[in-house]
Every structure is written in C-alpha cells, then in structure tokens.
C-alpha cells in the first residue's frame, strides 16, 4: 500500500495551484510580473510561466467557490495593499483546512492513496482518535454486509421497488449522521443485488430511524437493513420461535416514524429480529431485520432468504 500524506497533497498540488490562480488574478489587477513575484516570494520566472506558459493546476480546486473566494480576497488586498503576508498566509491556512475537512484535498488524496476511499476520513481534522477508529469499523461491516448481500442466493427478490438500504449506528447513536449506510440505496438489476456506492454516514433516513429507536431499547442493536414485506419472509422466524413486531406504516416523507418503531418497542419491552409493516397510500410494505451489526443482520436475512425459497 502506497503511503501518501495529506500534507503531500497540499504542497505538490494545492499550493502550486494557488500561486498560479494568484499571480494571474494580480496581473490582471495591473501588478507587473516583479510584484507580483515580491508578493508570493517566487522568481519573477516563474511568474512568467504561471502568466504565459502551461503550469500544471489541479481543476477541482480551481473551481471551487470557496478557492475562488480565498484567491480574490488575497488578490484585492495584495493589490489594494490592506493585506499584508500574514494576512495572506492566515486566508491561506484557513483554505487548507477547510479543504482538508473532507474536502478536495481529500478527493485527491483518495485517487493517491486508494485505501482511504469510502472511509469518510477527516484523519487531517481530527487525528487517530478512538472515535474515528469507531466510524471506520462501523464504514468496513457496512461495506462486508453489502457484499454479503450481494451473495446471498435469492435476496434480489425480496428488495422493495424503492430499494434497500443497509446500515449500522455508531454506539450512542443520536441522529441519521450516527448512522452508515449506502447512498442511493441497494436495487436488484436483472435478479442481481447492486450496491451504487460505499457507505457514508447520514446516507439513510429509514433504516437510521429505525435504528435509532432500536438502540434505545437495546444498545446492543446496530445494525439493520430493510426488505420487502413477504408473508414467506414473516414466516421463517415464527417457525424458529421469533414473532415477528408490526408497527404501523409512516408517511411517504417518514413523518414521525421514529416515534413509532419506538412506541413499537416499548409495547413489546425489546426489540425483536423482525419488524414489519403492510405499506400505506403511497408508501411500499416493508420489513426491517435487526442484528448486533450489519453484517449480523445481513446473516439473519441470509437465513430467512433460505428458509422462504426453500422447495
């Protein structure tokens, strides 16, 4: 694995594009090549070349408002001489962090360092903290879970139209951000589960509700992924002994549906492995299976899936 720091990211690629974005926007403010030179303590050369030649700029933070904005604030003091260097060098500062914090220096630091990508990582904004080492175990079991999905014989049938999600919350979750799941959701294309993206915190709204209200109960629940409601599904874990909860189905936009997975549970004083409920006008029956993590509640599906296409 290739070994690449951020820090790289920023002087070979983020810096060298700001000197060029800033010499072409002071000579446009009519500052001849020698000032402009003085002012970003470069050769009067390379000034030349950022101005008439062909420097090599990285286009994603060229294009960024926020680089845009840093660059003109820069230009008009420097040309208006009400920003002097450390002025300058505290907007530039400023710009690497904010594009640190998951931002374009991240996008490129995940093509140069493959390893990183789909796990969130704000390692440059908040260090090797135990936190952070919880999230990235949360963003791998999400990850196996959907691969596990996509192996299990049969599963393809039972994703609802509106598709599936599958998600795990970090421990004390307290909203849909404490929550991993796949953003735009799983679908079945031709009998197959396809998985559109890696997992990212804040991508679910009704697994994370459900969730939520689960863990409230049993902090051990962290993991769940929904599925079509399918009377052979509710089946399975009635013949092994689980009886299956059914809530009451919340609106199109999910309105209040927190509060009922909740009111749900307490009524049956824990969560069960299985909860259901039969749709409503505009909304698709669906049935969520629970497990301690992703990956447990994609096993649990598994042996339901087998259990309910079983000649």
């Not at 390893?115 to 079991?141: K, N």
């Amino acid at each position: 694995m290739s070994l690449v720091l951020p820090e790289e990211i920023v002087v070979e690629r983020l810096l060298p594009t700001l000197r060029v974005a800033l010499a072409r926007d002071l000579s446009e403010r009519g500052l001849t090549q020698s000032a402009i030179a003085d002012r970003l303590g470069v050769t009067q050369a390379a000034v030349s070349n950022y101005l008439s030649g062909d420097p090599d700029v990285e286009e994603r933070f060229v294009e960024h408002e926020r680089f845009r904005r840093a660059v003109d604030r820069i230009g008009a003091g420097f040309a208006e001489g009400s920003m002097d260097g450390y002025e300058a060098l505290a907007e530039t500062l400023e710009l690497v962090r904010a594009f640190e914090d998951r931002g374009p220096v991240c996008a490129v630091h995940e093509e140069e360092m493959p390893a990183l990508q789909g796990l969130g990582c704000d390692l440059c904004v908040r260090g090797a903290d135990e936190a952070l080492s919880e999230e990235r175990r949360v963003l791998a079991d999400v990850r196996k879970a959907t691969r596990r999905l996509q192996d299990v014989e049969g599963a393809a049938g039972f994703i609802p139209s509106v598709g599936t999600n599958v998600g795990m919350a970090l421990p004390g979750a307290a909203d849909p951000t404490d929550v991993a799941a796949v953003p735009g959701r799983v679908i079945a294309v031709r009998r197959r589960v396809t998985v559109p993206a890696n997992p990212e915190f804040g991508a679910s709204e009704h697994v994370a509700n459900a969730l939520l209200a689960a863990a409230e109960h049993d902090p051990s629940v962290r993991g769940a992924l929904n599925v079509a409601t399918d009377d052979r599904l509710l089946a399975a874990p009635r013949d092994a002994g689980h009886d299956p909860l059914e809530v009451a189905a919340a609106g199109p936009d999910g309105d209040g549906e927190q509060v009922g997975f909740w009111a749900a549970f307490a009524e049956r004083e824990g969560v069960p492995p299985v909860v259901y409920h039969r749709g409503a006008y505009g909304v698709e029956p669906v049935t969520y299976v629970f497990g301690e993590s992703a990956e447990a509640a994609v096993e649990r599906l598994a042996t339901l899936v087998a259990a309910a296409t079983a000649e």
